[in-house]
Structures are given as structure tokens and as C-alpha cells.
T-cell receptor
């Protein structure tokens, strides 16, 4: 299995809702990442998990809460989002930080209404 | 922080043409990767190339680390090559990839 699987593919949520994005890989990768991408812009790093520990938080607002329950799974919990948080959320993994084999999922397209 | 500049920002080619995309970076890096994002949003890793030259089919890449630039060559372009090409760098192997603004390529049949 050489894929990173993200669910759901599309999500529409209200500003008072709580939802979660899920990311899974079975390549034995020990680094996992969340990126946010706005239309016609490059991906921007949000969080890095290395060996299931949060190693980088790029000053992301607390309404985004990451979780790494095990080495294969990464979640992003969302609550009280704003319309400007609407974007493509990409998960990625790599064997370790800074190495080849960086693999992205196909993303969750999030719309906040 | 490190700056990553890509050129040209947009490129339109006829099928079969060749092209060169450039990525300049402002500081030394330990990790440089090229990605292709297709029109559906999927990012595909093309090359991991912090230095040297690599080839994969019609694509090749060269990074001259001492001069802080990397080039991506696309030969005999096909319509399926359309999309956005990103260069991304990591200064210190933290996993924090910094992306350039991308080159949007359109290949016309």
C-alpha cells in the first residue's frame, strides 16, 4: 500500500459544528503532516507529527486540534471554524522528517458556511 | 525565513514541446522536492533532489546547491502534464517543507 487516504473528500460545516478529518497510511512512515491550501496558493504547513509526537505547530488557531492516535492515523478536529477557514486540507506522510518518500493524500475540500 | 521563488508563473505549451521550470531559494537547504498538482488537487512527488541530477522518463531535474537553484525539465510534453508544479524546500530536515508559488503549466493538444 503506497497511499495516504483522507476522509471525507468533501465537507460542508456550519460555524458552530464540530467535525473531524481523518488521514491514514500503511507505509510504515513515522512522520505525518497537515497542510492547508487556499485556491491558487501553495500548500502551507500546519502541523508535523514525528514518531506520534507533535513536533511542529505553525501557530495554528486552537479551533484546529490535531491528534495522532497511532503511527498510521492522523486526525484533525475542527470546531467553531470561520468562513475563511474554507480550503483544501492535505495530509502527507514520509518515512521520517527530511527524507524522500513524501506522499500526499488527495485532500479534504472544506467549506465553512 | 527562507524564500522560494519559481519561474515562470505561467506557461502554455503545445503538445510535444519542451520546457524548463526554475526554482531559486535564498538559503542552504537539506531537502528539495518537486511536486506536480493535477487539476483535481492531487500532489504527486516527482523528485527528491537536494543536489545533483535525476531523470524519470520525460522528466529530469537538476539542483545546484552551491548556487541555490533547481531546474525541472519536461520533454515532449503531453496534455496530462498540465497542472501546477511546485518546488518545496526544508532547511534542516524538520519536515517543514516551504513551497514556492508554483508554475502553472497548460499543455494544449
Amino acid at each position: 500500500d503506497t497511499e495516504v487516504t483522507q476522509t471525507p473528500k468533501h465537507l460542508v460545516m456550519g460555524m458552530t459544528n464540530k467535525k473531524s478529518l481523518k488521514c491514514e497510511q500503511h507505509m510504515g512512515h513515522r512522520a505525518m503532516y497537515w497542510y492547508k491550501q487556499k485556491a491558487k496558493k501553495p500548500p502551507e504547513l500546519m502541523f508535523v507529527y514525528s514518531y506520534e509526537k507533535l513536533s511542529i505547530n505553525e501557530s495554528v488557531p486552537s479551533r484546529f486540534s490535531p491528534e495522532c492516535p497511532n503511527s498510521s492515523l492522523l486526525n484533525l478536529h475542527l470546531h467553531a471554524l470561520q468562513p475563511e477557514d474554507s480550503a483544501l486540507y492535505l495530509c502527507a506522510s514520509s518515512p521520517d522528517t527530511g527524507f524522500d518518500g513524501y506522499t500526499f493524500g488527495s485532500g479534504t475540500r472544506l467549506t465553512v458556511v | 525565513g527562507i524564500q522560494v521563488e519559481q519561474s515562470p508563473p505561467d506557461l502554455i505549451l503545445q503538445e510535444g514541446a519542451n520546457s524548463t521550470l526554475r526554482c531559486n531559494f535564498s538559503d542552504s537547504v537539506n531537502n528539495l522536492q518537486w511536486f506536480h498538482q493535477n487539476p483535481w488537487g492531487q500532489l504527486i512527488n516527482l523528485f527528491y533532489i537536494p543536489s545533483g541530477t535525476k531523470q524519470n522518463g520525460r522528466l529530469s531535474a537538476t539542483t545546484v546547491a552551491t548556487e541555490r537553484y533547481s531546474l525541472l525539465y519536461i520533454s515532449s510534453s503531453q496534455t496530462t502534464d498540465s497542472g501546477v508544479y511546485f518546488c518545496a524546500v526544508d532547511r534542516s530536515n524538520t519536515g517543514k517543507l516551504i513551497f514556492g508559488q508554483g508554475t502553472t503549466l497548460q499543455v494544449k493538444p
